[in-house]
């Protein structure tokens, strides 16, 4: 989903985070608007349609948690990103299971949200140049074909040379496709696969990959750098994104 096309809709009490946020995707020609608590949000959706919900956790009146269950009781499937002041006591686990897509914690870059926010809708629409099978063993995106069984990495039909680590944390890649991940994230996900178990071993490995994969390791267009945030992984290759 471009940017133009998404219509965010942010809850919030803070007034200072909601014109912050508001002036920063209007740089980015993301239509925004905002309410400053939660009791009217139901009639709101009624004339408006937001692409995301960016709501805060803690607001006078109907919380956040209370709104998202009410939304969700009434049918209304409009992905939520939750927000939650830093110490404030919410289980992310919970607001995932009342019908949360993301939840981020106070303070956050903005970067960072619209990352999450493109991750998010992208869940919704599947990002286009990507195939998994079923069991997430066999992948195709653009001029690449992975067997994750078999340890096989096809580009053209040609066979590339991969080791053990490269294909754990291409498979690590590959299930979060355009998620931004952190390198305490990678750190975490491919060390479940044995893989390297420190945030300077996952830069390495990322450049190794990258080495195979990318036509210019030092521009690349599939293992997207995401500065002072980690990698985001782009299937069909789109070109770096401005401000990552």
């Given at each position: 989903m471009l940017d133009a096309s998404i219509r965010s809709l942010l809850v919030d009490d803070d007034a200072d985070i909601c014109n912050l946020l508001q002036t920063f995707f209007a740089t980015r020609g993301i239509a925004c608007f905002s309410l400053h608590e939660a009791t009217h949000l139901e009639r709101t959706l009624r004339g408006e349609r937001p692409s995301i919900i960016v709501l805060d956790v803690m607001m006078p009146g109907v919380d956040g948690l209370t709104a998202l269950m009410s939304l969700?009781?009434?049918?209304?499937?409009?992905?939520?990103?939750?927000?939650?002041?830093?110490?404030?006591?919410?289980?992310?686990?919970?607001?995932?299971?009342?019908?949360?897509?993301?939840?981020?914690?106070?303070?956050?870059?903005?970067?960072?949200?619209?990352?999450?926010?493109?991750?998010?809708?992208?869940?919704?629409?599947?990002?286009?140049?990507?195939?998994?099978?079923?069991?997430?063993?066999?992948?195709?995106?653009?001029?690449?074909?992975?067997?994750?069984?078999?340890?096989?990495?096809?580009?053209?039909g040609e066979l590339l040379r991969a080791t053990s680590g490269?294909?754990?944390?291409?498979?690590?890649?590959?299930?979060?496709?355009?998620?931004?991940?952190?390198?305490?994230?990678?750190?975490?996900?491919?060390?479940?696969?044995?893989?390297?178990?420190?945030?300077?071993?996952?830069?390495?490995?990322?450049?190794?990959?990258?080495?195979?994969?990318?036509?210019?390791?030092?521009?690349?267009?599939?293992?997207?750098?995401m500065r002072g945030l980690g990698y985001i992984f782009v299937p069909n290759g789109g070109s770096e994104r401005d401000g990552f």
């Open positions: 969700r009781a009434r049918g209304d499937t409009t992905p939520v990103i939750m927000l939650s002041a830093h110490g404030v006591n919410f289980d992310r686990v919970i607001g995932l299971e009342l019908g949360a897509d993301d939840h981020m914690s106070k303070p956050f870059l903005p970067d960072e949200l619209l990352a999450r926010i493109h991750a998010v809708l992208r869940r919704e629409c599947p990002e286009p140049g990507l195939t998994i099978d079923a069991n997430s063993e066999l992948v195709r995106f653009g001029r690449f074909r992975v067997d994750f069984t078999t340890r096989t990495l096809l580009r053209d490269e294909y754990a944390l291409l498979k690590v890649f590959v299930q979060h496709a355009m998620e931004p991940l952190s390198r305490s994230t990678l750190v975490d996900l491919r060390h479940r696969s044995k893989g390297a178990a420190t945030e300077r071993g996952i830069d390495l490995a990322v450049w190794r990959l990258r080495r195979i994969l990318e036509d210019n390791p030092s521009q690349p267009r599939l293992i997207q750098t």
